[in-house]
């Protein structure tokens, strides 16, 4: 285990529909983040998880989305019922505590 | 909302010159990092720098951080073409559990 590994790198779906990512981070590491970035743009912060808690959520998270991160491992996003507006790249990343983060690759989602 | 901005938004320079980037930031910080994202890519730490710190380095990075003036750059000696990607600093803020970016500064460099 050498990173953090996201699934699937590209999702396209209809709008409308349900999706879900999933993200294993370093196992190691026991702070994982989720991030959204449009093109152009910065990532921006969506929820955090220490172990298995989620100590944050973002106002960008609306109730549309869940995350979950059972038993302090990998972890879920899901996206119910998707718009236009939700294409993005979804990045998580990883880090033990008070250090930099390590990324996944990310997932590309478009909706049409 | 992103609290970082980076200045240029855009920098294009010949290979072998030197590139630095500059990023300035709204909160009071325990750490500041760069980060580097090639095309379509995740982001890959390059470097972090404390409140503490005035300055790091890292092969050919250096990194300058003034909590004063709640600033930061990023100097990259004798580009290479590789080095082309976007860069983006972030802030890890004091009572927040979180790193906060900013909107990047693409670089490119010219062979």
New interface residues.
Partial sequence: DTG?S?NPRHKITKRGQNVTFRCDPISEHN?L?W?RQTL??????LT?F?NEAQ??KSRLLSDRFSAERPKGSFSTLEIQRTEQGDSA?Y?C?SSPT?????????T?LTVV | SQQGEEDPQALSIQEGENATMNCSYKTSINNLQWYRQNSGRGLVHLILIRSNEREKHSGRLRVTLDTSKKSSSLLITASRAADTASYFCATDQQGAQKLVFGQGTRLTINP
Wanted: aromatic share 24%; hydrophobic share 25%; net charge negative.
């Fill in positions: 953090v996201q702070r983040y991030y152009g743009q910065g990532p921006e912060f955090y220490q100590l944050e790249m990045l990343a008070d250090y930099g983060y390590t990324f996944g690759s990310g590309r």
